[in-house]
């Protein structure tokens, strides 16, 4: 799994590629950690590119959420696609975080 962080305004584009699995998600949990401890409060994950998810991954994100939130800040997530917007919709995590098809609508440009 491969990550690119871009400060954008007062937000984070976290563009995650790859698969997020039991050995990955603890990377983006590390990651998202570090940029929280930079004061990030806001972060936008951008899934467009990743190609997998697992229950791992989904824990990792609500993980990563739950921190965001006790720090008054917020994770929203984009571009969902295929089978990972298939587990997140499944899951229940559409009613948990904001969810926008680009990384411009979760960033409120559009």
């Not at 400060?7 to 590629?17: C, M, N, T, Y």
């Not at 990563?64 to 995590?93: D, H, N, Y």
């Amino acid at each position: 799994m491969e990550f690119i962080g871009t400060p954008v305004g007062d937000s984070l584009v976290l563009a995650v590629k790859g698969r997020m699995d039991v050995t990955s998600s603890p990377k983006f949990e590390k990651e998202c950690q570090t940029w929280l401890d930079k004061g990030q409060k806001r972060m936008v994950a951008d899934l467009s590119g990743l190609e997998y998810i697992s229950s791992a991954g989904l824990r990792s994100i609500l993980v990563v959420g739950k921190r965001l939130k006790a720090s008054g800040g917020s994770l929203s997530l984009c571009g969902l696609k295929g089978m990972v917007q298939e587990v997140v919709t499944v899951s229940g995590f559409a009613t948990i975080f904001p969810i926008h098809d680009t990384v411009d609508k979760a960033l409120g440009k559009s």
